[in-house]
């Protein structure tokens, strides 16, 4: 007996685009203000299912080591062991494993649970997503775009360096905030490229 569950799906592949896309960190310093960051070593690959967009994915990689926080003395501290020691844990990855309330209307908001992995650490983490539209650049590529933010415990990464300060409390916050402005790029299947 023949079963129609099957159902063919159109899907597209994106690939970010780093001259587009920020990634962005902030954590609290001495508890009272917020210090920023970003990695301009990103790469990834976005499949969409035109048809299922909840069936979409999502695979990103960043350089840990191109982390910039605008102090060269701090960044190197940050790539050290105290923090993503970067000798031994280069990359930091992102995974989907499934999207919830996917669509295609610019300023829809959805989420994307996937697998976070610092400093060869690896714990659950949701994307919130903003979809941001879809258009033609002036080289004749579709490109679309996302904002998207989660919150994590870095001490459940490992990175758990810290300092006490004199008068209470600890010099750097654990809730890391991380904001990324992605654009990605369709690549045309072999042999549709004119």
């Known amino acids: ?51 299922n967009p909840d069936r979409s994915s999502v695979e990103v990689e960043i350089d840990a080591a191109s982390i910039d926080t605008r102090n060269e003395e701090r960044d190197q501290h940050l790539r050290s062991s105290d923090f993503l020691d970067v000798e031994n844990h280069p990359m930091i990855t992102f995974r989907s494993r499934r999207a919830e309330g996917a669509s295609f209307e610019p300023g829809d908001r959805f989420q994307v649970h996937g697998d976070l992995t610092i400093r060869g650490v690896t714990r659950p983490a949701t994307l919130e997503v903003e979809y941001g539209g879809r258009g033609t650049d002036p080289w004749g590529g579709t490109r679309v775009g996302f904002s998207a933010r989660t919150e994590i415990d870095r001490m459940e990464f490992g990175v758990d360096w810290n300092q006490p300060l004199d008068k209470g409390g600890i010099l750097v916050g654990h809730e890391l905030r991380i904001e990324i402005e992605a654009e990605a790029v369709r690549q045309e299947p072999e042999g549709d490229a004119v």
Do not use: C, N, Y
């Open 1 to 51: 007996m023949t079963t129609m569950t099957q159902q063919s799906t159109r899907t597209t592949t994106w690939s970010l685009d780093p001259a587009h896309t920020q990634v962005e960190l902030s954590v609290r310093h001495m508890m009272i203000t917020r210090v920023k960051g970003r990695f301009p070593g990103v790469q990834g690959t976005i499949v969409v299912d035109e048809e």
